[in-house]
């Protein structure tokens, strides 16, 4: 039988993209594999040589020299100092990781556009907001522990979670973003008026279009919509731009409108709320356990006042988190991860009721190829890892709906 040039077109992509994508796709695990077997021998070696309990005598030592007063007193200010000594470390060890990330396998399979610069620029960067950003957020969140104790503890942080996340949510998309990349607004034309008028038909309270200068470190492509209210932003890689049709845009933007029009996002925020509640209710009927503290070489005391058995409370909330709340993590992580498989399908079908079955499934192809995808990976592998389904099974999803969409228009 013979095929169309589509088809054709298709053929030729794949049989050019499949092996590269391949290719792609075994570095990044080789890559993967090194990079998580070094950071858990290094978690082991700290633990042994007990670096974390020296981290934490070194930034107390410069605390009582810089700001005097008793432990208890500076506690928040020492563990600030903690904090930085932990972060320095983390990026320390973890640089040369990412670098090679970004210019070694990135490079290599011809994605990478950053430069050396650009790349400790962005370093530098992150660095100043973490300090300025999650400084005074660590010290409030000290600060209620403190305040409050055991007691009600979930219920105080998950008031101040929930209205850091907001101010955080309202602030990121105009004030952060534009530290690290050029937006600007899409410009007027075929492209913008589509999806303007796709926004209308569904009663999208759109109220701007940007594009957003992706090209400048990767040539991966992406797109995303975010806002409150009516104050509804979309925003579109410039590679985006470059590797699909208008008409497969406005698709895959009708699968975006898909995870807004079923409160895909409400639900995320909704779940992560949610998650911070438990974890800290978990946290208080911990945080005062002596022997968590004593096993990684902390001092504590049986029967004292103090919240966590007179243990500093981040090196509590430090070793909770990072220990026994792990296996809790990772059994909500890939409950999350199958329900984010769920939504995407849903979004799919969205999509597909707006009539762009066809336009979507091109943009998807298009994009996977561009970006190296794997077209149908090892299922179990997927099925924990991935948040989104297989290329594969979306299209066959796609293409059942598109077929059950028109046998009801036809009944």
């Known amino acids: 039988e013979r095929m169309d040039s589509d088809e054709e077109k298709l053929l030729e992509k794949l049989t050019e993209k499949g092996p590269k994508a391949q290719a792609y796709a075994l570095a990044k695990s080789r890559f993967k594999f090194v990079n998580s077997s070094f950071q858990l021998i290094l978690s082991i070696a700290t633990t042994i040589l007990g670096l974390s309990p020296y981290a934490w005598d070194l930034a107390s030592g410069y605390g009582a020299k810089w700001f005097g007063g008793s432990p208890e007193s500076r506690e928040i200010k020492d563990?600030?100092?903690?904090?930085?000594?932990?972060?320095?470390?983390?990026?320390?060890?973890t640089l040369p990781f990412d670098y090679y990330s970004t210019f070694v396998i990135e490079q290599k399979h011809g994605f990478n556009k950053s430069t050396v610069r650009l790349f400790i620029t962005d370093k530098i960067k992150s660095l100043l907001l973490t300090a300025l950003i999650g400084g005074p957020i660590v010290a409030a969140l000290l600060s209620i522990v403190r305040a409050v104790g055991a007691q009600n503890l979930a219920l105080y942080v998950g008031v101040f979670v929930f209205c850091i996340s907001l101010l955080l949510l309202t602030i990121f998309p105009v004030v952060i973003q534009p530290l690290f990349n050029k937006y600007e607004p899409l410009e007027a034309g075929e492209l913008k008026s589509a999806i303007e008028a796709l926004a209308e038909s569904v009663k999208y309270p759109l109220y701007k279009l940007f594009t957003v200068d992706g090209s400048k470190r990767s040539n991966h492509s992406n797109a995303y919509m975010y806002g409150f209210f009516k104050a509804k932003r979309i925003v579109l890689f410039d590679t985006l731009l470059k590797q699909?049709?208008?008409?497969?845009?406005?698709?895959?933007?009708?699968?975006?409108?898909?995870?807004?029009?079923?409160?895909?996002?409400?639900?995320?925020?909704?779940?992560?709320?949610?998650?911070?509640?438990?974890?800290?209710?978990?946290?208080?009927?911990?945080?005062?356990?002596?022997?968590?503290?004593?096993?990684?070489?902390?001092?504590?005391?049986?029967?004292?006042?103090?919240?966590?058995?007179?243990?500093?409370?981040?090196?509590?909330?430090?070793?909770?988190?990072?220990?026994?709340?792990?296996?809790?993590?990772?059994?909500?992580?890939?409950?999350?991860?199958?329900?984010?498989?769920?939504?995407?399908?849903?979004?799919?079908?969205?999509?597909?009721?707006?009539?762009?079955?066809?336009?979507?499934?091109?943009?998807?192809?298009?994009?996977?190829?561009?970006?190296?995808?794997?077209?149908?990976?090892?299922?179990?592998?997927?099925?924990?890892?991935?948040?989104?389904?297989?290329?594969?099974?979306?299209?066959?999803?796609?293409?059942?709906?598109?077929?059950?969409?028109?046998?009801?228009?036809?009944?």
């Open 79 to 93: 563990s600030l100092l903690f904090m930085g000594v932990i972060t320095v470390f983390e990026t320390i060890t």
């Open 244 to 411: 699909a049709s208008s008409e497969e845009i406005v698709a895959i933007l009708a699968h975006e409108l898909g995870h807004w029009s079923h409160g895909h996002t409400l639900l995320a925020f909704a779940v992560t709320q949610t998650y911070f509640f438990a974890s800290f209710y978990f946290f208080s009927r911990a945080m005062a356990a002596v022997d968590m503290y004593r096993s990684f070489g902390f001092r504590a005391i049986r029967g004292t006042k103090s919240p966590t058995a007179g243990a500093p409370i981040i090196v509590g909330l430090m070793l909770f988190f990072s220990t026994l709340w792990t296996p809790v993590d990772h059994t909500l992580n890939f409950l999350l991860t199958l329900n984010s498989r769920r939504m995407e399908y849903q979004a799919d079908q969205y999509a597909v009721a707006l009539n762009k079955a066809d336009a979507l499934a091109r943009g998807l192809v298009k994009i996977t190829f561009e970006n190296l995808g794997i077209l149908d990976p090892d299922p179990w592998y997927s099925t924990y890892h991935h948040s989104h389904p297989p290329l594969v099974h979306r299209l066959r999803a796609i293409s059942i709906a598109q077929e059950s969409t028109s046998n009801k228009k036809l009944d």
